[in-house]
């Protein structure tokens, strides 16, 4: 059984720095390749920034976040990090993580395997 467990959301002020991890389990975590993604209310599921398996692990991001955000992983931790930087209220929504055996980098829902349950990201103006 794989199991994704996102970690670090909190309420944090415009302009702040943060970072959340998702800890993956039950499987060959440099097989994967980990997506991010975001829902605020009355929002759609958007893609966020995804890296791929392997020991490169390519990355590859949204728009929005593009100049701000930085996905790594570190593979003897079986983790995943969102480096997220000079934060705006419209970053806020649940931030989750998914994992897929398929090779490359996915910026859609639909080839992720498995998902964490989230992590609730604030940011106050």
């Known amino acids: 059984q794989v199991q994704l467990v996102e970690s670090g959301g909190e309420l944090v002020q415009t302009g702040d720095s943060l970072r959340v991890s998702c800890v993956v389990s039950g499987g060959t975590f440099s097989d994967y390749s980990v997506g991010w993604f975001r829902q605020a209310p009355g929002k759609e599921r958007e893609f966020v920034a995804a890296?791929?398996?392997?020991?490169?692990?390519?990355?590859y991001y949204a728009d929005p976040v593009k100049g701000r955000f930085g996905i790594s992983r570190d593979n003897a931790k079986n983790t995943v990090y969102l480096q997220m930087n000079s934060l705006k209220p419209e970053d806020s929504a649940d931030y989750y993580c998914a994992a897929t055996t398929r090779r490359g980098v996915w910026t859609t829902a639909i080839p992720y395997d498995y998902w964490g349950q989230g992590t609730q990201v604030t940011v106050s103006s």
């Open positions: 890296i791929s398996g392997g020991t490169i692990g390519n990355p």
